[in-house]
T-cell receptor, first 112, second 113 residues
Framework: GQQLNQSPQSMFIQEGEDVSMNCTSS?????WLWYKQDPGEGPVLLIA?????ELTSNGRLTAQFGITRKDSFLNISASIPSDVGIYFC????????????FGTGTRLQVTL | SQTIHQWPATLVQPVGSPLSLECTVE??????LYWYRQAAGRGLQLLFY??????ISSEVPQNLSASRPQDRQFILSSKKLLLSDSGFYLC????????????FGPGTRLTVL
């Protein structure tokens, strides 16, 4: 079945640093979604990408839809303590636009 | 604007007791609705989804069931809880017929003792 692999699994960074993470698959996706989950809360949608090559920003966050359609990247510039959390990528399952496949998550911890 | 509610926020139940978790969505009509479970530090596992009233699809065989008695209400139930049912339960909704974006509720933390 479809799998989404996220890298890195976890990362410690210092406040003010830029962060990069990615999501890869052996299958083609037509949509890429990036969510952030704070501890004890539901995931919140950060960015949605619908077109290969698309680059979309949301404040300090920038995400790109890979040209091969098999990967996506999320960058966070000038990280702050509230960026702490787990970042998930997701994409629609093959054959249905109603269900999502989620990545394994990247846990981000920011030190002062 | 649309909002999604889940209750209770936390629940501690003994093994063998029944369960009922509720999810409601406001500000939209005929949404797709989803129940996920998340084990500690793990990813999201889809349990059930529904495209309309009374229409439930199960993703994995388990001790749980779901019902959709009203358009914007989704209920997760169990007759007898197991220890393995502990976890963080998330409800999500999606606009029917629109691209894939799902929006999540705040979650219910269930501990079975």
């Amino acid at each position: 079945g479809q799998q989404l692999n996220q890298s890195p699994q976890s990362m410690f960074i210092q406040e003010g640093e830029d962060v990069s993470m990615n999501c890869t698959s052996s299958s083609i996706f037509n949509t890429w979604l990036w969510y952030k989950q704070d501890p004890g809360e539901g995931p919140v949608l950060l960015i949605a990408l619908y077109k290969a090559g698309e680059l979309t920003s949301n404040g300090r966050l920038t995400a790109q839809f890979g040209i091969t359609r098999k990967d996506s990247f999320l960058n966070i510039s000038a990280s702050i303590p509230s960026d702490v959390g787990i970042y998930f990528c997701a994409g629609p399952r093959t054959g249905t636009a109603s269900k999502l496949t989620f990545g394994t998550g990247t846990r981000l911890q920011v030190t002062l | 604007s649309q909002t999604i509610h889940q209750w209770p926020a936390t629940l501690v139940q003994p093994v063998g007791s029944p369960l009922s978790l509720e999810c409601t969505v406001e500000g939209t009509s005929n949404p797709n609705l989803y129940w996920y479970r998340q084990a500690a530090g793990r990813g999201l596992q889809l349990l059930f989804y529904s495209v309309g009233i009374g229409q439930i699809s199960s993703e994995v065989p388990q001790n749980l069931s779901a019902s959709r008695p009203q358009d914007r209400q989704f209920i997760l139930s169990s007759k007898k809880l197991l220890l393995s049912d502990s976890g963080f339960y998330l409800c999500a909704w999606k606009e029917g017929g629109l691209p894939d974006t799902q929006y999540f509720g705040p979650g219910t933390r269930l501990t079975v003792l």
